[in-house]
């Protein structure tokens, strides 16, 4: 259903009803981005993209009252958290009103197995609350001291800990959502075991997450190790290896870097690292870190750091993982960006093999371990030296048409084109019943404008956002 935006009146209304709203640009621009700019792709795509104002609701009954307004007003309505997600997930394509998530900050209950929370609730700090009381979280972005636990939900995939429990889809990882419907009377609706999967990971556009159980465990006291091999290859089969000995040495993150990724990139560590190296690093819980270094001597790899000390501050391991690698990679080199995928199906070294004779040092390979259905995979984020965006599109469709490699493109804005490569109905139907006027951060699912789309290769699409038809396809 298509509707014109009363912005002026909706403004009107929610002043009226007393919520906080912001209208000057400067902040609702700052507030319409995120780190989309990962990608050159989208940093040209959506530069100019802006909301026409935030609200800040500070309770559940507020963003109800939010909802009702702008569904009466026809007022496209994009939920935002601390904005660290990198495909324009949280940015509103359409404009209308922001809703920023940074006042619902609150632990509701903190249980044995159980941590209830606000969206707007920093994970940082819920990893802080756990600790306290003996626990920890399951699984976190490496963009933990700021990720808000909504984003991750909505915007997120994995993270930290997915060598013990996998990535979100995993149904161990979420125990409940909560969520309010865009309609002229808004419903709450708890979503719980395969019903999940109808809210999280989709960019917010079949409701607006307001409570989120997750589970928690015992927590482990961890250490950070960095292990240096001769080459890539044996780096990953060390890594693999080391995945799945779980039995002897226990984990929280192990991720591998061709060199020269370490010592160009991960400057604070470089005086712990040999530049020809690639290198493992891993989070393995302390007792265990005399057997990590065995296994590494029974493996022709030398421990290069165990959290010895050094000469300058260093980050948590963490921050050299997961998509803080590409960032760090970025500070150094500005022509850096990446992508995401799943290696060639069979043996992942001789994959690995086939992706550098193809392209070299174009992309450096950066590998995160993870679990999918209680096998430990290797899932790739190379860095890529970008030269031109039809090089990258290249780059992308030989890696699928001639090397079999599955890409999640994180140079694309909407679900579909991210990685479900076609429509999904169960999502699509989810969202008829909560936003049938189609105002949950639209521009985001294809589905709701063409549930019969089909992926072009070879074509980069912002499909249904208010751009030109220039603009719009590459």
């Given amino acids: 259903m298509s509707r014109t935006a009363d912005i002026t009146g909706c403004k009107a209304a929610l002043i009226t009803a007393r919520i906080d709203l912001e209208d000057a640009a400067g902040p609702v621009e700052r507030k319409s981005r995120d780190f989309y700019w990962y990608s050159p792709i989208l940093k040209r795509q959506l530069a100019d993209v802006v909301g026409d104002f935030v609200v800040t609701p500070t309770t ?21 958290g601390a904005g660290t997600g990198n495909y324009g997930q949280a940015m509103p394509l359409r404009g209308g009103c922001i809703l920023h998530t940074v006042a619902l900050d609150q632990i509701i209950s903190l249980t044995e197995g159980h941590l209830v929370a606000q969206p707007g609730a920093i994970m940082g700090e819920l990893e802080t609350a756990c600790r306290a009381q003996g626990l ?3 699984l976190f972005p490496s963009t933990v001291t700021t990720a808000t636990l909504g984003g991750f939900i909505a915007g997120g995939s994995s993270g930290v ?3 013990r429990w996998g990535g979100l889809r995993n149904p161990a990882n979420i125990n409940s959502l909560t969520i309010l419907t865009m309609e002229a009377e808004p419903r709450e609706i708890l979503l719980t075991g395969k019903d999940i999967y109808k809210a999280a990971h989709a960019y917010g556009v079949n409701g607006v997450i307001t409570r989120i159980d997750v589970p928690v465990d015992a927590a482990t006291d961890w250490a950070d190790a960095i292990i240096g091999l001769p080459t890539l290859g044996e780096a990953t089969r060390f890594a693999l290896d080391l995945g799945k000995a779980d039995d002897l040495i226990l984990t929280r993150m192990i991720s591998v870097f061709e060199a020269p990724i370490p010592d160009r990139f991960f400057l604070r560590h470089r005086e712990h690292l040999t530049p020809s190296e690639s290198a493992v690093a891993v989070l393995v819980k302390r007792e265990h870190l005399s057997k990590l270094e065995a ?22 391991l963490h921050e050299l993982g997961w998509n803080h690698t590409t960032l760090r990679a970025m500070k150094v080199d500005s022509t850096i960006t990446y992508l995401q995928m799943m290696l060639p199906p069979g043996d992942p070294i001789a994959g690995l093999g086939a992706v550098k004779a193809r392209f070299g040092d174009e992309l450096l390979i950066h590998l995160e371990l993870t679990r999918m259905l209680g096998k430990v995979t290797a899932v790739a984020m190379p860095l890529v030296t970008f ?49 049938p006027d189609g105002l949950l951060n639209p521009g985001k699912m294809i589905a709701w404008e063409d549930p019969d789309w089909k992926p072009a290769a070879g074509r980069s699409y912002l499909f249904g956002a208010t751009l030109n038809e220039e603009e719009q396809v590459l």
């Avoid at 590494?296 to 290069?304: G, I, L, P, Q, T």
């Avoid at 030989?398 to 999502?427: C, S, W, Y």
């Fill in 161 to 163: 800990g997915a060598i």
């Fill in 295 to 316: 296994f590494a001597a029974d493996n022709d790899a030398v421990v290069r750091f165990n959290g010895q000390p050094s000469t300058r501050k260093l980050p948590p």
């Fill in 387 to 435: 030269t031109s965006e039809a090089r990258l599109e290249e780059v992308i469709t030989i890696l699928e048409g001639e090397l079999g490699a599955t890409n999640f493109n994180p140079h694309r804005v909407t679900l579909e084109e991210g990685g479900m490569k076609e429509p999904d109905a169960e999502q699509l139907a989810f969202k008829h019943l909560t936003d």
């Fill in 60 to 80: 559940t009954a507020q963003i109800k009252t939010i909802l009702g307004i702008c569904h009466a007003h026809g007022v496209p309505v994009t939920v935002r």
């Fill in 136 to 138: 920890e979280l399951r």
